[in-house]
């Protein structure tokens, strides 16, 4: 199927499509993604690190947890991790590294004003007492079902899907 690779297992891809529908939701969820069209500004990936530690399988439910673990002036950390819903164990766990650009003029603009203080009420920094993403209360969750026809359906805890059209460009 469309999600499979030969082997039965999630292509490694599907993914990174996986991770992305979650952190429009987290955004969604927050009521960042309505901020950074008022703003004219978005959200550039750019550095990723994703490990794989179990295959997901057709047929599988996932859950992605998406925390919001750094802010800095210029740049932020976003963790993510795909569990398997049945088991809890863990799937993959990725870091994101992003930028706020405006979205006319391509460049990248400091993270102030209203978008700086909504990402600090949901951050959440790493401490060495957090055993992981789940134990998070400020996580936004979205569970996957890897489905046979191909397809991926997805859910938030607070929010639906939005449409391509408003999610900013990027």
């Avoid at 993510?80 to 590294?97: D, M, N, P």
């Avoid at 603009?109 to 134990?135: F, H």
């Amino acid at each position: 199927t469309f999600h499979t690779d030969s082997f039965g297992h999630v292509n490694n891809a599907r993914y990174l499509e996986l991770l992305e529908e979650a952190r429009w939701q987290f955004g969604d969820h927050y009521g960042l993604i309505d901020l950074l069209n008022e703003e004219n500004l978005g959200f550039i990936i750019m550095e990723m690190n994703l490990r794989f530690r179990l295959p997901v399988v057709e047929g599988d439910t996932i859950q992605v947890f998406t925390s919001l673990i750094a802010l800095g002036t210029a740049l932020g950390e976003v963790e993510q991790v795909i569990r398997k819903k049945c088991t809890g164990k863990v799937a993959a766990k990725s870091l994101f590294h992003f930028v706020l650009i405006d979205r006319k003029s391509g460049a990248s603009v400091p993270i102030a004003g209203k978008i700086r203080e909504l990402l600090l009420n949901v951050i959440e920094p790493r401490s060495s007492s957090r055993s992981s993403a789940v134990s998070s209360r400020r996580s936004s969750s979205g569970i996957a079902s890897i489905c046979s026809s191909g397809s991926v359906s997805c859910s938030s805890c607070r929010s639906s899907r939005r449409s391509a059209a408003k999610r900013p460009a990027s």
